[in-house]
Nanobody, 124 residues
Framework: QVQLVESGGGLVQAGGSLRLSCAAS????????MGWFRQAPGKEREFVTL????????HYADSVKGRFTISRDKAKNTVSLQMNDLKPEDTAVYYC?????????????????WGQGTQVTVSS
């Protein structure tokens, strides 16, 4: 079993920054790929970014490329999402997810474990 707990969400003005963290426990953290997804009201959950189990591969949605950075700290069992130059359209609940099969995919259905989510609100 894997437990994921997100933190770091909040309210920020457009152009500001936030750093989200996802703390993992329960199984060997280094064994799985990690992803961040988000869901805005009335919309489907969408891919934001992922990082491979080794940390050597990352991938970003076009909408966040150049503004968001994913990283992982295996010693601390955490994955972080640094979000800069935030825009109102980034407003959503952000979820981290773990893929024990290490597919490093953008498909949320391939992730077996999810956190409870953290709200990010960007005001204009």
């Amino acid at each position: 079993q894997v437990q994921l707990v997100e933190s770091g969400g909040g309210l920020v003005q457009a152009g500001g920054s936030l750093r989200l963290s996802c703390a993992a426990s329960g199984r060997t953290f280094s064994s799985y790929a990690m992803g961040w997804f988000r869901q805005a009201p009335g919309k489907e959950r969408e891919f934001v970014t992922l990082i491979s189990w080794s940390g050597g591969i990352t991938h970003y949605a076009d909408s966040v490329k150049g503004r968001f950075t994913i990283s992982r700290d295996k010693a601390k069992n955490t994955v972080s999402l640094q979000m800069n130059d935030l825009k109102p359209e980034d407003t959503a609940v952000y979820y981290c997810a773990a893929d024990l099969l290490r597919k490093a995919t953008m498909d949320p259905h391939e992730y077996q474990y999810w956190g409870q989510g953290t709200q990010v609100t960007v005001s204009s």
